[in-house]
């Protein structure tokens, strides 16, 4: 989701050190309809991403001193146990221990380096492992760690993906708020409180603060597609002049996503024939481009050209084999077409890979 991308982003501006880089897993979910460009629903428990780590190590009686007394730890705990009040060794090691995906030695790691010394990075580290497996704790550990070091951003961005997380919008928007006050400039927070305003239903204000984004930095490639989009949904005819200028600068990569959104616009001002247009166009820059299909296909549909329909539904399957809204529209199809018994198949497989599309259960049972 964007904001999971945004904060990632704004994290980024703090730790340009490879050695301190997140590792994100971010979990990528099936059938992303470019309302991936709005918040549009509250963030998945789902999106994970694994940060600088730490926890409480007493290294000689731990759990996992097995694990830590082999390579390629040992050097390292070797060196704590000669040290063991150097918070760097605990940190060092923890980041070693994550990269091999050893989670929680790796917290015990970072907590214990934060209990011999409050750094910024350490703080991170619990934190942003507790946001993955134990939100509470994390909005626990989050408040006291800023009363330690209230002014840190990356603290602040992870209270706001705990409280995304569980739906505690307006919490989220209070820490945003307050960070926006330490930084009005800061883009990235910006685009997290414009996506936590469209969560609560206020487009108006999501698209003020994504316009006060844009303002800071027009070169944005990832800004100007959420705000193009935001415009082009809402029947703004800016969406045109910014997606003109994305695709004037764009002179390599030819991408699809300018031509989609001036296909969105226009599909929704009811201009068919130009919307049908953009969505060819973006099809041609990236012939995997689902969403381009989809939209394109549905204004088949609408046209009655049931079988030009049916053909742009089936490359959409041979794109993504397991995509629900193609089987469910290319049924819709053909249940239109007389093609009842293939029509009721696409209907179930779409509501067998994806069981909140009732309307294509109701549709199959409809056809018994």
Not at 94 to 123: I, R, V
Not at 159 to 174: M, R
Request: glycine share 4%; net charge positive.
């Amino acid at each position: 989701m964007r904001i999971v991308r945004n904060i990632f982003t704004a994290l980024c501006v703090q730790y340009t050190d490879l050695k301190q880089c997140i590792r994100y897993r971010i979990g990528k979910a099936q059938n992303l309809r470019w309302s991936k460009f709005l918040l549009l629903a509250p963030i998945p428990i789902g999106i994970y991403f694994l940060l600088f780590s730490s926890c409480n190590n007493s290294d000689h009686s731990s759990p996992y001193e097995e694990l830590l007394s082999r390579p390629p730890y040992a050097n390292l705990t070797d060196s704590i146990h000669q040290n063991s009040t150097n918070p760097e060794l605990f940190y060092h090691r923890g980041l070693l221990l994550l990269k091999n995906n050893n989670n929680p030695p790796a917290l015990a790691d970072f907590k214990k380096a934060w209990s011999l010394d409050k750094k910024e990075e350490y703080a991170v580290g619990i934190s942003n492992i507790l946001v993955v497996e134990k939100p509470d704790s994390a909005i626990s550990f989050l408040k006291d760690a800023l009363k330690e070091i209230p002014k840190s951003i990356s603290l602040q961005l992870n209270l706001i993906q705990v409280y995304a997380n569980k739906q505690q919008t307006n919490e989220a928007l209070t820490v945003c708020n307050n960070l926006i006050e330490q930084q009005p400039k800061h883009v990235g927070v910006l685009m997290i409180k414009s996506d936590l305003l469209e969560s609560t239903g206020d487009s108006s204000g999501s698209l003020k603060t994504l316009e006060q984004a844009y303002t800071l930095a027009p070169f944005n490639e990832d800004l100007c597609y959420n705000l193009a989009f935001k415009y082009a949904q809402s029947k703004n005819a800016r969406a045109l002049t910014l997606c003109d200028s994305l695709i004037h600068n764009d002179t390599i990569e030819k991408k699809a996503e300018p031509y989609y959104f001036k296909g969105v616009y226009y599909s929704n001002i009811n201009d068919k024939a130009k919307a049908l247009y953009h969505f060819n166009k973006a099809i041609q820059n990236d012939y995997s481009f689902l969403d381009a299909y989809m939209d394109k296909g549905k204004i088949l549909f609408e046209s009655k050209k049931y079988d030009e329909a049916a053909k742009t539904f089936q490359l959409v399957l041979k794109v993504s084999a397991t995509y629900a809204d193609g089987y469910y529209w290319l049924g819709k199809c053909q249940e239109v077409l007389g093609e009842k018994d293939e029509a009721k198949l696409n209907y179930q497989r779409a509501y067998g890979l994806d069981k909140s599309l009732t309307e294509a259960k109701a549709a199959a049972e409809r056809l018994k």
